[in-house]
């Protein structure tokens, strides 16, 4: 047990994933990079900035699968707010609908065809960030939950939310079911 225990913590220090998450669950695999103080500094995208979230979340999935995590316990998550100014933020969001990671096929951001490979569930965690503060004008991060329901339900609009992360969950569960209703079941 203690063998999985130390495999399993080292593998998330190596993924980045956070350590708040219980033990032994699917893990969302974000793109961190640098620190929360560094972060936005870091936003340098010179395409698409959804094609450069594909890429890298891909490589951070590749190299789990590579180390004998299951395909099933790995979700994508395009990591709203981390190394990513408003601009991009935004740019995510917008064409969100676009990401998809094939683990060991690429991606379709690109047009390209991965063959029958289904794509990660995406995780959509936008909760009280700070481009939906600076967008809203919302210094405080606890009044921004309104903003954070209106991208969860663009998220879900644009077919790309499998799972939502959020501070304020009875609000934005059910501003997320009405965006679903309206877009996705007929």
């Not at 979230?53 to 180390?67: I, S, T």
Request: hydrophobic letters at 45%; charged letters at 25%.
């Amino acid at each position: 047990f203690l063998f999985f225990l130390f495999f399993y913590l080292v593998l998330r220090a190596v993924l980045f994933v956070p350590w708040n998450l219980p033990l032994f669950t699917p893990n969302p695999n974000p793109n961190p990079s640098g620190t929360p103080d560094s972060m936005t500094s870091l936003a340098n995208y010179g395409g698409s900035v959804v094609a450069d979230v594909c890429r890298e979340v891909r490589a951070r999935v590749e190299a789990a699968l590579a180390m004998g995590v299951w395909r099933w316990n790995v979700v994508a998550d395009p990591g709203f707010g981390f190394a990513k100014d408003e601009r991009h933020n935004v740019e995510l969001l917008r064409e969100l609908g676009d990401f998809k990671v094939f683990p060991g096929g690429g991606d379709r951001s690109g047009g390209a065809d991965d063959g029958d490979c289904e794509p990660l569930p995406v995780l959509v965690g936008p909760s009280r960030k700070r481009f939906i503060g600076s967008i809203t004008g919302k210094a405080n991060a606890k009044d921004r939950d309104f903003g954070t329901a209106a991208v969860c339900c663009m998220a879900v609009e644009r077919g790309a939310a499998d799972m939502i992360r959020v501070h304020e969950v009875g609000g934005c569960r059910d501003a997320v079911l009405m965006a679903d209703a309206i877009s996705r079941r007929t």
